[in-house]
């Protein structure tokens, strides 16, 4: 409450109302020493003991893999701690390589926040691949509940890390081509993964540079695929949709493609960005999706 010491401040500096927090981290990339594992223990007891309904979020080290990393889902383990925080940043070709990463998890430990992850760049090439791996991330909703990216702003001239979401400098605000693929998975999100609706192309199994996702939102009813192609070559998708009932298949297609190098930059803000159009799908369709692309269909719902 504002008459709290603390909520006093906070009313103080403007939000007289609570902010109602659900989830607290605790930790940050650390090293998982005795000395910390005895620490957390503490304040994860105090926490859950004041706070019985936060969600405590632990911490697995800097890598997605290593000694903090094993440590740390230990430590989750033991203490049964509802999510930990996973940080990666990776080559490209690590993201297109570790699509089924989350497929193998044990489902009855803690969940994943994907607190900070990138590919190491802000190509076309780096945003496909991350596309390609977030259909993984939708395909594991059950494991990895919550996911963001990389450092938000970072303003020209004066930045500390790379890579940034979107940069900035006095007059101008760039959105990388990082951040088109962000946009388009967080407006196009679902409720439900469903799967057996996308057919890769023959031999995806070891091509990793192909990815597909089949969402609905169960709100709406829509139905929005996500088809990915990190190649040099277009490939085809082949979509079933027969099993979906309700579907308005006068669709909307949004194509984000170009060269593999491409930027959006201060001179060139706008080099890739998202183009939208009708389409109309069918309940059985081939799609062709074009080399370095992210390809959004959302169908409507009928109501």
């Given at each position: 409450?504002?008459?709290?010491?603390?909520?006093?401040?906070r009313?103080?500096?403007?939000?007289?109302a609570?902010?109602?927090?659900?989830?607290?981290?605790?930790?940050?990339?650390?090293k998982?020493?005795p000395?910390?594992?005895e620490r957390?223990?503490m304040?994860?007891a105090a926490?859950?003991?004041k706070?019985?309904?936060?969600?405590v979020i632990?911490?697995?080290?800097p890598?997605?893999?290593?000694?903090?990393?094993?440590?740390g889902w230990?430590?989750?383990s033991?203490?049964?701690?509802p999510?930990v925080?996973?940080h990666?940043?990776?080559?490209?070709?690590?993201?297109?390589t570790?699509?089924?990463?989350?497929?193998?998890?044990?489902r009855?430990?803690?969940?994943?926040?994907l607190g900070?992850y990138?590919?190491?760049?802000?190509t076309?090439?780096?945003?496909?691949?991350?596309?390609?791996y977030?259909?993984?991330?939708?395909?594991?909703?059950?494991?990895?509940q919550l996911?963001s990216?990389a450092?938000l702003?970072a303003?020209e001239?004066?930045?500390q890390?790379n890579?940034d979401?979107?940069?900035?400098n006095?007059?101008?605000v760039?959105p990388t081509?990082?951040?088109?693929?962000?946009?388009?998975?967080?407006?196009?999100?679902?409720?439900?993964?469903?799967?057996?609706v996308?057919?890769?192309?023959?031999?995806?199994?070891?091509d990793?540079?192909v990815a597909?996702?089949c969402?609905?939102?169960?709100?709406t009813?829509?139905?929005i695929?996500?088809?990915?192609?990190?190649s040099?070559?277009?490939?085809?998708?082949q979509?079933?949709l027969s099993?979906l009932?309700?579907?308005n298949?006068?669709?909307?297609r949004?194509i984000?493609?170009?060269?593999k190098?491409?930027?959006?930059?201060?001179?060139?803000?706008n080099?890739v960005?998202?183009?939208?159009?009708?389409?109309?799908?069918?309940?059985?369709f081939s799609?062709?999706?074009?080399?370095y692309?992210?390809?959004?269909i959302?169908m409507?719902?009928?109501?």
């Open positions: 409450p504002a008459t709290s010491t603390w909520g006093a401040k009313a103080a500096a403007g939000h007289p609570p902010f109602n927090l659900e989830y607290v981290g605790i930790g940050n990339e650390d998982i020493t000395e910390f594992e957390f223990k304040i994860y926490v859950h003991a706070y019985p309904k936060m969600q632990g911490t697995v080290g890598s997605p893999k290593g000694e903090d990393y094993d440590k230990a430590l989750a033991q203490l049964n701690v999510l925080d996973e990666y940043y990776e080559k490209p070709k690590w993201f297109l570790n699509n089924r990463r989350y497929d193998t998890y044990d009855r430990k803690p969940k994943v926040y900070e990138a590919s190491w760049g802000n076309l090439f780096n945003a496909v691949a991350e596309a390609a977030m259909t993984s991330l939708e395909r594991n909703g059950d494991v990895v996911a990216y450092p702003l303003k001239g004066h930045t890390w890579p979401l979107i940069y900035f006095n007059s101008t760039v081509v990082n951040y088109y693929v962000q946009q388009l998975f967080g407006q196009n999100q679902g409720t439900e993964y469903v799967a057996g996308v057919t890769p192309p023959a031999g995806a199994v070891a990793t540079t597909a996702s969402v609905r939102d169960a709100k009813g829509d139905v695929l996500k088809l990915v192609n990190a040099t070559t277009a490939q085809p998708f979509v079933d099993g009932k309700g579907l298949l006068a669709a909307t949004t984000f493609t170009g060269d190098d491409a930027k959006n930059t201060f001179v060139s803000p080099t960005i998202p183009k939208t159009a009708a389409y109309k799908a069918k309940s059985r799609y062709e999706a074009q080399p692309s992210l390809t959004v959302r409507r719902g009928k109501r």
